[in-house]
């Protein structure tokens, strides 16, 4: 249970994912990096969930096919594997997915970085590459983890977008970031 944001009204989970859809679209059309700063636990698997229903809802775009997405985050990837052991006690619509073939959290263009060595020839590839990619990595505040090398190869990067989807408390670098952009 998280009481974070016990006091907000939040957007439905329709609107929040139509608006991910938009977000990503806008940002990968120049075959962009968009960063995800996220917490490894519950935040990491929403997203997963998520974007999994946007490419199947959108099998048909070439653009949503070609992302590759990418999880680096050790801890995220530890946790998403506990979520697929309790997949018995999923909702009703990701039972229904299940079923019909898809696996919400373990699709297609999901990769996975579990080792330093892995995380650093990802960012190097990403830096190279010239196709569009979404990375999801902790802190999600921006505080330390893997996130920061990413931040540091493309913060600057014209192509290169952050969405943050969680809360980024005074003093550190993702409220940096929110309020003063490159930092």
Not at 7 to 30: F, G, P, Y
Not at 60 to 77: F, R
Not at 96 to 116: A, C, D
Request: some cysteine; proline content about 2%.
């Amino acid at each position: 249970i998280e009481s974070t944001y016990g006091d907000k009204n939040h957007q439905s989970r329709k609107n929040r994912t139509n608006n991910l859809q938009e977000i990503v679209e806008k940002s990968v059309a120049d075959n962009g990096v968009v960063l995800i700063p996220a917490f490894s636990i519950g935040r990491t698997q929403e997203l997963l969930y998520e974007l999994e229903q946007i490419i199947h809802r959108k099998a048909s775009s070439l653009l949503w096919q070609n992302i590759d997405i990418i999880i680096d985050s050790p801890m995220a990837a530890k946790f998403t594997n506990k979520y697929q052991d309790f997949k018995h006690l999923w909702d009703a619509e990701a039972k229904r997915e299940i079923k019909s073939g898809r696996h919400p959290l373990n699709f297609e263009q999901l990769y996975t970085v579990n080792s330093h060595q892995e995380h650093i020839q990802t960012v190097e590839y990403l830096a190279k590459r010239n196709k569009p990619a979404i990375v999801t990595a902790a802190s999600g505040m921006c505080s330390g983890g893997r996130i920061v090398n990413y931040l540091k190869q493309f913060l600057s990067d014209e192509t290169a977008d952050v969405l943050f989807v969680g809360y980024q408390a005074q003093g550190t670098l993702g409220q940096n970031i929110q309020k003063y952009g490159v930092t």
